[in-house]
């Protein structure tokens, strides 16, 4: 296993900045350094670790610990190095005698109040107030607590005679990850700093004063678990001692080495440091230099990797005659050529279109690549989707149409220059927790947020956050809510008339602008429909067009619906018209969903476009991948997700691998994706549980975590990162290697030895990665596509001089309402969506200690609509559409407005995807996940169809035990 | 695919590229359902359109005699 040497990511002190050059001497050392930075950070720059314990680098200088001072020349005193910017010709002493003995002081203090059981201490060895014991020479302790007397410290718990010590707290063990021991605490404030300025979140405090001074997550009567606190580490991580303390590091000991990573889980593609003790991961900590998270994490990426040890993973391949019969476990010589033959017999017997496959967004572009590559070049046909299908399809189509390019335009640095952000259907601070926090810390420091949303989410009013506005639009009226906001742009005469001569076209501008001008756009005339207040809108509409930069971030709000590719555009048009494009603070963002979807649809994942977004009908793309693979490409496009189900069901199509993914519970109308896959004769899942789609499986696969393979993964921001192995394949096999296997079964003759020679493949054929090879990854440490000859270390910013197609499209947006009514037998509106704890199906998430922030989906619903049906908080309900029903449990809350219910998708035995139906994007066939005509009524148990799909389920799992 | 859901996926896209300027809208459906449709749903769209076709848009019904 070949580690990567990390770059120096020691703790500067305090930020870096990026004034004009400074020149100074520090013990005779001169420094040059940007203006407005500390002489702490000077000092560490030239190689000089001045003592501290309250300063790090990714928080503001506190000047609380006393132990950075320093003496400066011409000043009285010996002010905090962390808090004192330098000057020019500043010189500076860290080390003289007067310092020296402050120091020793202060940390003779500090350890008067503190337990000296440094041997059997948790961070032993990994804790900085032990280290600065060191550096200071600090040999005795000469404060004891008086004989007889009352005992004054905060760390034992009872005193000599036996009496209980009314400063001493026991242990916060509440939180399944970490633990907090106020014995430990030196009140330095990094915690608390932390949750604050890194995290946003406010949950932690400094309870008391003076001597009393304690570290309080949430209100009087809470710990840890029931506070505010949403577990993301930060405070772990910025603990210098053993107070907050992963649980990991306590039962394992501290880690030994450490390779970097990059997280599976949300398109934020956050780096890690997965840390090791010997072959055990003992814990994965944000990585400083990774350009996505700057060193901030969520309790999923941080905390919630144990699912890669469960013991419902599956770590032997099996089969089954048919999915009444049991499983069989076998070898993988015997589940590769029962695939292979079956699949081959399918193809002689029903044509070679009538097989399939689905490529994985959690897997690496290298596994993905090879996937489709399985389809078009072994199968012989182009029937290969994506879970990109269900949620950014529409981007992948608006953005295209528009801009010429379905990438986001902006890296996540960007918002730090965002004067304005518009967040339209997502919830980042649940489902881009990371980003979230860089963008509240935006908002903090004075950018104005707009939030287009059905649900009062998070975003709306947080601590120390409130949107300037937020327009609560019934859902599937996002059509009419941006045409309404670009009418006001337009009929106002706000928009970027320079911009849009320059780079749209001009035509297709006057007409677009004469069909927004109509009167039936705006805000005053759409507001029946999209229950906005109009004026409200149109303050939103001229904050955006003339608050600075103005940036759009939206998710599958926007694109799951029947409308969804023309919110995109909408989207598209709302930036090309207020000049929002192409420099940093701008921008359109899709914030994508699982960690690969990005990745997934530029390798070439959808049955339409080859790697590269190019479509199959082109005999130019055709011939470039002919002469890769030595096969003939066919030009047609292939079978979507939702028309490969179609298709099974009408007989045509009878045979599907499906990598990472499970469609059963991920897809819309779950009774129709059902009976899709028991129409099929030879199901292949590939994946680390038998998942709900593997009840409909003859094949098992099994699949490796990301801490078992080696490959890249391409985050929201086109950012191309490594994944590295850390353990080896539990399974044996990392995925990549399985479809190889499975490919050469077939007779495909693949001879791939490592994920490196898959990316040289995509690079030779792939334009816009040209340039990508992992020896660029090393150095680099990640690159945004295009990288290729003209953007040799790739493009952070899109469209700066230009738009990809040349001239901007401006396209006509007309509203049009979803067929998906409400009436009198189904008056609300549901619409879905998840939770910072969970992910996607949760079948990681589910596998973890997260399952205490969340261990059901629940109904949220308003309580006007639940007083009227005579439901209270906590009641079991009956859900239910014109496509199913379920029961779960209500939840009272004003997030949602009247008529309109949400919930999650976390957990099969809701399946809250038996209620949403088969209406789909126009364009790109997403499922409208976001719009279901429901009914709500009490409820006394599970409805029939979850005990039916119980008991199949139970049924389809059964394992023989097996054969010796 | 069942006729009502083929039905009302292609008047979606017919109604989108009604909504567009020019002439050329059928012709557009026509493209749309080509790069987008996967050979067996446009033949079953075709064979609707010869059966009858009831319940598509107009544009729909012209855009199913443009393609293969």
Same mark, same amino acid.
């Given at each position: 296993m070949k580690d990567f040497i990390i770059p120096n990511d020691r703790d500067m002190g305090t930020s870096a900045k990026t004034g004009a050059p400074v020149t100074l001497e520090i013990d005779g050392v001169a420094v040059t350094v940007p203006e407005g930075t500390s002489v702490l950070r000077a000092a560490a720059e030239a190689g000089i670790s001045i003592p501290k314990l309250c300063a790090s680098d990714n928080l503001e200088a506190f000047g609380s610990c006393r132990l950075c001072v320093v003496e400066i020349e011409g000043r009285r005193g010996t002010p905090a190095s962390c808090t004192t910017p330098v000057t020019p010709g500043m010189v500076v002493h860290t080390g003289s005698a007067k310092v020296r003995k402050i120091r020793r002081g202060v940390m003779e203090l500090y350890i008067s109040d503190h337990p000296l059981d440094c041997l059997t201490c948790s961070a032993n060895g990994d804790c900085e107030l032990q280290d600065m014991a060191g550096a200071v020479g600090l040999r005795d302790v000469r404060y004891a607590a008086p004989e007889n007397g009352g005992m004054v410290n905060h760390f034992e718990a009872r005193n000599t005679s036996g009496e209980a010590n009314p400063e001493w707290l026991p242990k916060d063990d509440s939180n399944p990850y970490f633990s907090y021991d106020p014995s430990k605490c030196i009140v330095c404030n990094r915690c608390v700093r932390a949750c604050e300025e890194v995290q946003g979140t406010f949950a932690l405090t400094i309870q008391g004063r003076g001597f009393d001074s304690r570290v309080k997550a949430g209100g009087a009567d809470d710990d840890f678990l029931s506070s505010d606190c949403v577990s993301c580490g930060a405070c772990v991580q910025a603990c210098p001692t053993a107070t907050l303390q992963e649980k990991s590091i306590i039962e394992l000991g501290t880690p030994d080495r450490s390779v970097v990573t990059t997280c599976a889980y949300c398109g934020v593609g956050c780096s890690f440091k997965a840390e090791m003790n010997g072959d055990t991961l003992v814990r994965m900590v944000p990585y400083k230099h990774g350009k996505a998270n700057r060193g901030h994490s969520c309790v999923k990426g941080r905390f919630a990797y144990g699912y890669a040890h469960h013991k419902d993973r599956i770590l032997k391949p099996m089969i089954r005659e048919r999915i009444s019969d049991p499983w069989r476990e076998v070898d993988w010589d015997e589940a590769l050529s029962f695939a292979a033959n079956r699949l081959r017999g399918l193809q002689a017997q029903y044509g070679k279109k009538s097989i399939g496959v689905i490529t994985s967004s959690r897997c690496t572009n290298e596994e993905t690549y090879l996937v489709q590559k399985l389809a078009r070049a072994v199968f012989g046909n182009n029937n290969t989707d994506t879970c990109a299908r269900v949620c950014h399809s529409p981007t992948g189509y608006g953005l295209g149409q528009t801009f010429g390019t379905s990438a986001g335009t902006q890296d996540f640095d960007s918002v730090e220059h965002t004067d304005v952000v518009v967040v339209i259907g997502a919830n980042p601070t649940d489902g881009h927790p990371v980003f979230a926090s860089r963008l509240k810390k935006r908002v903090r420091a004075g950018a104005k947020l707009i939030v287009i949303d059905p649900r009062r989410i998070d975003l709306v009013k947080t601590p120390h956050i409130a949107a300037a506005h937020h327009l609560p639009l019934r859902p599937g009226t996002n059509v009419a809510v941006v045409s309404a906001i670009a009418h006001v742009i337009v009929t106002e005469g706000l928009m970027d008339e320079a911009f849009i001569r320059a780079r749209c076209d001009w035509d297709e501008f006057q007409h677009y602008a004469e069909f927004i001008s109509n009167p039936r756009h705006s805000p005053e005339a759409t507001s029946m429909l999209t229950g906005v207040d109009p004026a409200e809108l149109r303050a939103a509409a001229r904050l955006y067009a003339t608050g600075g930069n103005g940036a759009i971030y939206y998710g599958l709000g926007v694109t799951e619906h029947s409308q969804g590719s023309t919110t995109v555009m909408g989207i598209a048009n709302l930036a090309m018209l207020t000049g929002n494009i192409g420099r940093p603070g701008v921008g359109v963002n899709p914030l994508r969903g699982q960690n690969n979807v990005q990745g997934s649809c530029d390798m070439g994942s959808f049955p339409h476009e080859l790697p590269g977004y190019r479509h199959v009908k082109g005999p130019e793309v055709r011939a470039i991948f002919e002469e890769a693979w030595g096969v003939q490409i066919d030009a047609e496009p292939g079978l979507r997700i939702p028309n490969m189900l179609d298709a099974a069901v009408d007989g045509t199509f009878k045979g599907l691998y499906c990598q990472g993914e499970d469609i059963l519970q991920s897809d819309p109308d779950t009774k129709h994706v059902a009976a899709g896959l028991a129409a099929m004769d030879c199901v292949i899942v590939h994946d680390? /549980? =038998?998942?709900? %789609?593997?009840?409909?499986?003859?094949?098992?696969?099994?699949?490796?975590? /990301?801490?078992?393979?080696?490959? %890249?993964? %391409?985050?929201?921001?086109?950012?191309?990162?490594?994944?590295?192995?850390? @353990?080896?394949?539990?399974?044996?096999?990392?995925?990549?290697?399985?479809?190889? !296997?499975? &490919?050469?079964?077939? #007779?495909? #003759?693949?001879? $791939?030895?490592?994920?490196?020679? +898959? !990316?040289?493949? +995509?690079? &030779?054929?792939?334009?816009?990665?040209? #340039?990508?090879?992992? &020896?660029?990854?090393?150095?680099?440490?990640?690159?945004?596509?295009?990288?290729?000859?003209?953007?040799?270390?790739?493009?952070? =910013? !899109?469209?700066?001089?230009?738009? !990809?197609? #040349?001239?901007?499209? /401006? @396209?006509?947006?007309?509203?049009?309402?979803?067929?998906?009514?409400? *009436?009198?037998? /189904?008056?609300?509106?549901?619409?879905?969506?998840? +939770?910072?704890?969970? $992910?996607?199906? *949760?079948?990681?998430?589910?596998?973890?200690?997260?399952?205490?922030?969340?261990?059901?989906?629940?109904?949220? @619903?308003?309580p006007h609509d639940a007083e009227v049906r005579g439901l209270k908080e906590g009641d079991w309900v009956r859900l239910a559409s014109r496509a199913g029903e379920t029961t779960l449990r209500a939840k009272l809350t004003d997030r949602v407005s009247p008529g309109v219910v949400y919930t999650t998708f976390h957990h099969p035995d809701t399946q809250a995807n038996v209620i949403t139906t088969d209406y789909s994007d126009w364009a790109t066939n997403c499922p409208e996940y976001k719009v279901t005509a429901v009914q709500v009524s009490l409820s006394n148990g599970p409805t029939d169809w979850q005990e039916d799909y119980a008991a199949q389920a139970a049924q389809a799992r059964r394992i023989l035990p097996a054969a010796e | 695919m069942s006729p009502e859901k083929m039905v009302h996926m292609a008047n979606q896209i017919a109604t989108f590229f009604k909504t567009q300027p020019g002439t050329d809208q059928a012709a557009r459906v026509a493209a749309h359902l080509t790069d987008y449709w996967e050979p067996r749903m446009r033949q079953q769209l075709r064979a609707f359109v010869d059966a009858g076709g009831k319940g598509l848009d107009d544009i729909a019904v012209r855009a199913a005699h443009l393609i293969e």
């Open positions: 680390l /549980f =038998l998942n709900e %789609t593997a009840n409909y499986a003859h094949v098992f696969l099994p699949g490796s975590t /990301f801490l078992e393979k080696d490959g %890249t993964f %391409t985050n929201a921001e086109r950012r191309i990162n490594r994944v590295r192995k850390v @353990i080896p394949p539990l399974n044996g096999y990392a995925d990549w290697e399985v479809t190889q !296997m499975l &490919a050469n079964a077939m #007779g495909a #003759g693949w001879t $791939y030895a490592h994920p490196a020679r +898959i !990316m040289e493949e +995509i690079a &030779a054929t792939t334009p816009s990665f040209a #340039g990508v090879d992992y &020896a660029l990854l090393e150095e680099k440490g990640s690159v945004q596509w295009p990288c290729n000859e003209a953007h040799p270390e790739g493009t952070p =910013l !899109m469209h700066v001089d230009g738009f !990809m197609r #040349g001239k901007g499209r /401006f @396209i006509v947006t007309e509203y049009v309402a979803t067929d998906e009514k409400t *009436g009198p037998r /189904f008056p609300l509106l549901l619409t879905t969506g998840r +939770i910072l704890s969970q $992910y996607n199906v *949760g079948a990681q998430t589910r596998r973890t200690a997260n399952v205490v922030w969340h261990e059901e989906d629940v109904l949220e @619903i308003h | -």
